[in-house]
């Protein structure tokens, strides 16, 4: 039995890591490498009610391996994505959004490295 996600582009998904949730728009699967290409859109993080969002929609785009991420259901997402899509983007790079999103992903790969 295949158990691999099987993600459409456009489709929402979620990259979790501790207290904090990735959302990204996704672009392609890579079948071949196992890879998602996806242009994140959001990182909210849960340490305090409401979540604090972060507006990622000026970020870089990133391959991952598919298998870290699940599909966002649409009750957990809508409400966070609201938050963001009233904003318009900002024309210059958002330097501390950035900086968020890299600490994200450098404590999640450090995370997974550790538990192999």
Same mark, same amino acid.
């Given at each position: 039995m295949d158990t691999r996600p099987e993600f459409q582009p456009g489709q #929402?998904?979620?990259?979790?890591?501790?207290?904090?949730? $990735?959302y990204a728009e996704v672009i392609e699967v890579v079948v071949s490498r196992q890879l998602c290409w996806v242009r994140p859109l959001l990182?909210?993080?849960h340490t305090q009610e409401p979540p604090l969002i972060t507006d990622l &929609?000026?970020?870089?785009?990133? $391959?991952?391996? #598919?298998? $870290?991420? &699940?599909?966002? $259901?649409d009750t957990e997402v809508i409400t966070l994505l609201s938050q963001v899509l009233v904003k318009e983007p900002k024309g210059e790079p958002d330097l501390i959004a950035k900086q968020q999103l890299h600490q994200f992903i450098q404590q999640m790969w450090q995370g997974r490295k550790s538990e192999v």
């Open positions: #929402i998904v979620s990259l979790e890591y501790g207290d904090k949730n $990735l990182l909210a993080n &929609r000026d970020a870089s785009d990133l $391959l991952w391996p #598919i298998q $870290l991420f &699940r599909p966002a $259901l």
